[in-house]
């Protein structure tokens, strides 16, 4: 049977390892899909997400007893993803962790919101207008710098900020529509 996350909290500060046990079957699936969908290796999310625990682990005098568990592990979570752009940023996967990122950043944090969010993902990409998803795909997947997709595109460096700049706001509304639709469902 799952303990309130209250009660599993004051028994981890009592010295009670089975509540961390608990506390790491109840999220871990949870963390490491959080994970695992912004890395490109499973062994990457993996080891993030023992790293998670870990952390939660040493700081838990810090948790506020009285709120949830998992948005504050899916905080964790979302700190070691930054670590972890900027310890690799000359690595592919970089870019599409830097798109959710971002992503994140202009949409409202929920971690079922943020699962139908990246479900959402490739149908919301594959609506943009060629210019716009092309100027995505050579940011993201191919980290061009913006001068450089300027040059690929036959446009001003602040065109393409305007361009890169409407293509998240597209991306942010498709993706508000779609996980609006698929609540309803």
């Avoid at 599993?8 to 509540?19: K, V």
């Amino acid at each position: 049977m799952d303990l309130p996350d209250q009660q599993l909290i004051e028994q981890l500060r009592r010295g009670d390892r089975a509540a961390f046990g608990q506390i790491i079957d109840q999220h871990q699936r949870a963390i490491f899909g959080y994970l695992r969908a912004r890395l490109t290796q499973p062994t990457d999310a993996e080891d993030m997400t023992q790293e998670v625990f870990l952390r939660f682990y040493q700081a838990q005098a810090r948790f506020d007893s009285t709120a949830l568990i998992r948005p504050w592990l899916l905080g964790i979570a979302r700190n070691l993803l930054r670590e972890h752009v900027r310890s690799v940023k000359r690595r592919k996967e970089v870019a599409w962790t830097e798109l959710c990122l971002e992503l994140e950043s202009i949409l409202p944090f929920e971690s079922s919101a943020d699962e139908d969010a990246l479900l959402h993902l490739p149908g919301c990409l594959s609506g943009l207008g060629p210019s716009a998803r092309q100027a995505i795909e050579l940011r993201y997947r191919d980290e061009r710098k913006l001068i450089e997709i300027g040059e690929h595109l036959h446009r001003s460096e602040g065109a393409v900020k305007l361009l890169m700049h409407r293509a998240r706001q597209a991306l942010r509304d498709c993706l508000h529509v779609r996980m609006r639709k698929s609540d309803r469902c």
